[in-house]
């Protein structure tokens, strides 16, 4: 799959640990390594552990950073506190894979997020990004209290996937919802959480 992104013209790629079979810290380091020696592109460690039931140790991230493609993370973790000592130990680019942390993974050196929401608020999140470099913090909470009704709508069902073509789909911009089992495209409830989500958030008019 690495190898036909890569083909496909990607930047970087985004590979998810190792999921349902619970593998030890030397099968997870195994996995990426593997990884690596098909990559040509720099490589996304993508840490999730609610949707994948792995835990990525500190240990294996030390030993991650030494491989050639491995470059960043996405840190869906929520751990905060033990994020700071990853990002440090290791010299990786720690991007939040959290809409809702992403002003707190800004403030321990997070360079950026991969989002849900950006898909349907690019504009005030790249806003809430400046206005944290030029070091407007009260900007910048402004703008991520102003979001969180949107991020609420979008990520707190869980399904983050539905949610997000709801939102393309009320703000216009994508005609057909349809997705694969498992998932199952949005209804009518789903679209008028999205819609109202980002009417709260200021995306939307009423």
């Known amino acids: 799959m690495v190898e036909q992104t890569q083909e496909a ?28 020696e098909s990559a040509d592109k720099p490589i996304i460690v993508y840490d999730v552990p609610g949707r994948t039931g792995v835990h990525i140790e500190l240990e294996t991230y030390r030993r991650l950073a030494e491989l050639n493609h491995i470059e960043a993370v996405k840190d869906a973790t929520g751990d905060i ?12 680019t720690w991007y939040s894979g959290d809409d809702a942390l992403f002003l707190p993974f800004l403030s321990i050196g997070a360079v950026g997020i991969i989002s849900v929401i950006a898909h349907v608020a690019s504009n005030p999140m790249r806003q809430l990004a400046d206005a944290f470099d030029r070091g407007d913090i009260h900007e910048a ?37 349809m997705m694969r089992l498992p998932n199952v495209g949005p209804s009518d409830p789903e679209f008028k959480r999205a819609h109202q989500g980002m009417v709260d958030a200021g995306i939307l008019e009423a």
Do not use: C
Request: cysteine-free.
């Open 81 to 92: 506190a033990g994020s700071v000592r990853k990002r440090m130990e290791t010299g990786l």
């Open 9 to 36: 013209g990607a930047d970087a790629v985004l590979v998810v640990a190792p999921y349902y079979s619970r593998p030890s810290q030397e099968g997870i380091f195994r996995h990426y390594q593997a990884v690596n």
């Open 141 to 177: 909470q402004r703008l991520a209290v102003r979001l969180a009704p949107l991020v609420d709508a979008i990520n707190g069902t869980g399904f983050q996937g539905v949610m997000a073509k709801a939102a393309l789909h009320e703000r216009g911009w994508l005609d057909e919802t």
